[in-house]
């Protein structure tokens, strides 16, 4: 059974930090991707940052470029979004999933395992 475990949002003010955790079991993550969405209310699910477990390879949203940073600990199965300079347009929930693919995916149904999300403020 594939558990995903988010943790660490939180509120923060207007150019803070928040660091969220994703810790992964029931699965050999090595050949998979991870990857972090977000959704604010009425908005859909959009992607935010993917990283290859392997290799550590990373991509990112433009949105989020510059500012955010996917990172992985193979030894604790934590995948990590260090997220700096906040705005409140990054308010959402955030969810990380993992994926087969090899590639690293932007679409959400490319993702077949999915954390049940943690909540992240943005005040101004």
């Known amino acids: 059974q594939v558990q995903l475990v988010e943790s660490g949002g939180g509120v923060v003010q207007v150019g803070g930090s928040l660091r969220l955790s994703c810790a992964a079991s029931?699965?050999?993550?090595?050949?998979?991707?991870m990857g972090w969405f977000r959704q604010a209310p009425g908005k859909e699910r959009e992607f935010v940052a993917a990283i290859r477990w392997s290799s550590g390879n990373t991509y990112y949203a433009d949105s989020v470029k510059g500012r955010f940073t996917i990172s992985r600990d193979n030894a604790k199965n934590t995948v990590y979004l260090q997220m700096n300079s906040l705005k409140p347009e990054d308010t959402a929930a955030y969810y990380c999933a993992s994926s087969k693919a090899i590639a690293l995916l932007t679409a959400p149904n490319a993702y077949d395992y999915w954390g049940q999300g943690t909540q992240v403020t943005v005040s101004s």
């Open positions: 029931g699965r050999t993550f090595s050949s998979y991707s």
